[in-house]
């Protein structure tokens, strides 16, 4: 099998061979580009499969449509990060099930056109969309930020053999951009010069014509998929052709030769905006971020010494790692300290030299901007119409969460300017829930003040003088209490309903008999 | 609507027995005598067929000029306009779909042969 790039990294191996069946129901096309393929994740193949009491270490099909798939999905694959809808589930895989759940088998005329937006995005993003009947893995690929997302996991196909299964464990992994285009590159130009010399068919040349175009797309097109919205990609470039110097760079793209190998900050800040954002929130963050570029940019030396580009874990929960970063965090900054009652968040992002600056946005779902990077003054943005941000519970909770953005999702060049809401890759806003709670709420905290009760904090009135303590809602108090396995899901559940009852007696919505 | 210009035509990948290194996903044998009825009552989509039977989906392609083999594929695969229209004119049921849809994420219960 011919290799494009490293099995420790990302690979993808191909083969043609004879086709077995000498072209039986099929056409000289597909019978000519029968092969094998697998496709490697940091040594994993994602296309060792179990069929028959045997295991085979390849996928062995007609190579001509997987072929003529990356080619006309080459700009999704590679660009488009954000999902049909908003969502918080964690990989596009996970999404996409998810979602399947929902939506499919019923007939309301939003659930169809749900239905319809995901099975398009499913023909862009799944190998499987391309199998014409063979036994493919059940691999979803995407962009996220500076990266390719692959995920995986293990549907049953319909007509598979009794007990057929890809060995690889479900997961997920995160590629620099390059790590994936380049392999994919040098495949299609491999395997399209080899099919055009092996015949002169009209679809081999088709698909020669087709790899040969990618030289000649467009970087707007390629952004289109990143920045759906014409008007806000228009507003991109006006203000790229008003500033100069260094403020300009914010909004120039990186291009490699047959891809966009990096988002400007003012791109990648609009990746995740919600695709109905107005001009004056557009107007209003492009304002805020070239303001960032002025005066002393950069990382403080501590900041430096602690931020860097984190993808996410291939083999933890995103919650997991988000209460690992915090605890290392705080250890690393001696918090909290013995007469500590809360943690002062703000007192923390000072101390790393992280500006902090209220954007009043139309959008409410916009909960905080983090943006940082060498020639940016990394800085929080929150959004007081948030309905969040409105109590300082809240506000305290928004900042903790930008920084774990700020410490953990840099990308090309330190950089990084992410909104935070319903739009934003999910598996990072996990990460940055949970470290924000545990950054708050650390161990030491919650035992702290949990000894002043005469037990386990079961009743609405624990959670709240625990809430009071450490300047944290309640109602994230109590998640938090419950991941930290201080209290079960049961007596959760009582505490939520009972407060609920409580906030509705209290309100004159229920009276008692 | 029959449309009599379209032949069915099987490709030996998708018949039994399932060959490793040679075999797609495999039509169940109650669909070999109901191939050419199924691709009769297929609906047209872009340049493929999708059909339904015994509450299973089928998807056709073209290999040669009215010409055409299938194979059965998962509900998340047909169109979801197709499922709903199927389900309204009462070929499959939701269950039926729903069933089909799940992801089964299956354990590795035995280790792999090597």
């Known amino acids: 099998m011919k290799c494009f790039g490293n099995p420790a990294i990302f690979a993808l191996k191909l083969d043609f061979i004879a086709d077995p069946d000498q072209g039986q129901g099929a056409s000289l096309a597909h019978s000519l580009s029968w092969g094998s393929f697998s496709i490697w994740s940091h040594e ?32 999704p694959l590679l660009h488009e990060e954000r999902l049909p809808v908003a969502g918080d589930s964690g990989s596009a895989r996970q999404a996409y099930w998810s979602a399947q759940h929902r939506v499919l088998g019923d007939n309301d005329p939003q659930a169809l056109k749900r239905a319809g937006d995901w099975h398009a995005w499913w023909m862009r993003h799944a190998l499987r969309a391309t199998r014409e009947g063979g036994i493919f893995p059940d691999v979803f690929m995407r962009r996220v930020q500076d990266y390719i997302e692959i995920s995986w996991g293990n549907q049953e196909l319909p007509g598979a053999p009794e007990g057929c299964f890809f060995t690889a464990h479900p997961g997920v992994r995160y590629h620099p951009v390059a790590e994936v285009a380049n392999v994919l590159c040098s495949a299609l130009d491999w395997a399209s010069s080899m099919l055009t010399e092996q015949s002169d068919l009209p679809e081999f040349r088709a698909l020669a014509d087709g790899v040969r175009r990618l030289d000649q797309c467009s970087s707007e097109e390629w952004l289109r998929w990143f920045v759906p919205g014409s008007e806000v990609r228009r507003a991109l470039q006006d203000w790229e052709q008003r500033v100069t110097g260094k403020v300009a760079t914010l909004f120039v793209d990186v291009r490699a030769e047959r891809y966009l190998a990096h988002y400007a900050p003012a791109t990648l800040m609009f990746g ?21 570029s002025h005066g002393s940019a950069g990382d403080s030396s501590l900041l430096g010494e602690l931020a860097q580009a984190l993808p996410l874990s291939a083999t933890r929960e995103a919650y997991d790692e ?11 900054l001696g918090l909290p300290q013995p007469a500590d009652a809360a943690v002062n968040i703000e007192e923390v992002i000072n101390r790393l030299g992280i500006a902090i600056q209220d954007v009043v946005l139309d959008d409410r779902t916009v909960r905080g901007v983090a943006i940082a990077g060498d020639d940016l003054t990394p800085t929080v943005l929150v959004n007081p119409r948030h309905p969040m941000n409105r ?57 702290r003040h949990c000894a002043r009760l005469d037990g386990p904090p079961v009743r609405p009135d624990d959670i709240r003088m625990l809430a009071q303590a450490m300047q944290t809602g309640f109602y994230a108090t109590l998640e938090h209490l419950c991941n930290l396995g201080r209290i079960d899901q049961a007596d959760k559940e009582a505490i939520r309903t009972e407060a609920l009852n409580e906030s509705e007696l209290s309100s004159g919505s229920v009276t008692t008999a | 609507m029959i449309d009599s210009a379209i032949c069915y035509e099987p490709n030996p990948k998708h018949k039994e027995p399932w060959h490793h290194g040679r075999s797609g996903t495999l039509c169940p044998r109650w669909s070999w005598e109901q191939a050419q009825q199924i691709l009769d009552q297929s609906v047209v989509e872009g340049q493929q067929r999708y059909g339904v039977a015994e509450g299973m989906a ?31 004119e009462r070929r499959v049921t939701r269950r039926e779909v729903k069933r089909l849809r799940f992801p089964e994420d299956l354990e590795l219960v035995l280790r792999p042969l090597r």
């Open chain 2, 58 to 88: 089928f998807k056709g392609h073209e290999h040669m000029l009215g010409r055409w083999h299938g194979h059965p594929v998962a509900w998340n695969e047909v169109p979801p306009a197709i499922v709903n229209r199927w389900l309204q």
């Open chain 1, 44 to 75: 994993t193949n994602l296309c060792d499969y179990r069929a028959s009491n045997r295991t085979c270490d390849q996928v062995a099909w007609y190579l001509l449509p997987l072929l003529g798939w990356l080619v006309r999905s080459w700009g």
């Open chain 1, 322 to 332: 988000g209460y690992e970063l915090a605890i290392e965090l705080l250890e690393g």
């Open chain 1, 272 to 292: 995740a905006a919600s695709p109905e954002i107005g001009m004056h929130d557009v107007e209003t963050l492009l304002q805020a971020l070239t303001t960032t």
């Open chain 1, 391 to 447: 109590a300082s519970s809240g506000r305290r909770f928004t900042l903790a969460h930008e920084l774990c953005h700020i410490l953990y999702d840099r990308g090309y060049g330190q950089r990084l300017a992410l909104i935070s809401g319903p739009w934003a890759p999910p598996g990072v806003e996990q990460r940055a829930n949970a470290f924000a709670a545990m950054l708050l709420m650390p161990c030491e905290l919650v035992n």
